[in-house]
């Protein structure tokens, strides 16, 4: 077998065992759990190929799998929201500012003790970073000064 498509086999059963690892467990007694179609899963990669099959036949197959799966498992959710709900503390941030702590969870606005968001904006000033990567855009799209806008007097 070649360099690719040993790559190609790896990286079929690769995805299809994080699909398989994100299968809700089994709500009817027809579907299978995920111990069950992770079994089956390893026994379908180990098994050797029978005289009249090839390795593309196999991929092909795998690739029917893996798109059924991704129609089936529901889709990963963000670690933030995963670890709230094993338990654990859920992320903080801490802002410090006039020598009092200001804390805030990581979906709302941080607040000062009156309730009031926390923001350096106040409407006269801008990024920095963000007025540096406009003039870079500018300049790369060819906007270098106004001179064609004045023409000549």
Do not use: C
């Not at 009249?52 to 933030?80: C, H, I, N, Y």
């Amino acid at each position: 077998m070649s360099k690719t498509t040993e790559a190609l086999v790896r990286q079929s059963y690769r995805s299809l065992l994080r699909l398989v690892h994100r299968l809700p467990e089994a709500s009817s007694p027809a579907s299978l759990s995920p111990e069950e179609s992770l079994r089956s899963l390893r026994s379908a990669f180990r098994t050797p190929l029978a005289p009249g099959e090839s390795v593309g036949d196999r991929l092909e197959e795998a690739e029917s799998k893996r798109s059924f799966l991704k129609m089936v498992t529901p889709r990963e959710r963000p670690s933030s929201s995963r670890r709230t709900e094993e338990g654990a503390s859920p992320s903080r941030v801490w802002v410090y500012r006039n020598g009092e702590r200001l804390e805030r969870d990581g979906a709302s606005r941080v607040r000062d003790k009156n309730g009031r968001v926390v923001s350096n904006w106040d409407g006269k000033n801008l990024d920095p970073d963000s007025v540096k990567q406009h003039n870079y855009q500018l300049k790369r799209m060819g906007f270098r000064n106004n001179a064609h806008a004045k023409g000549i007097f």
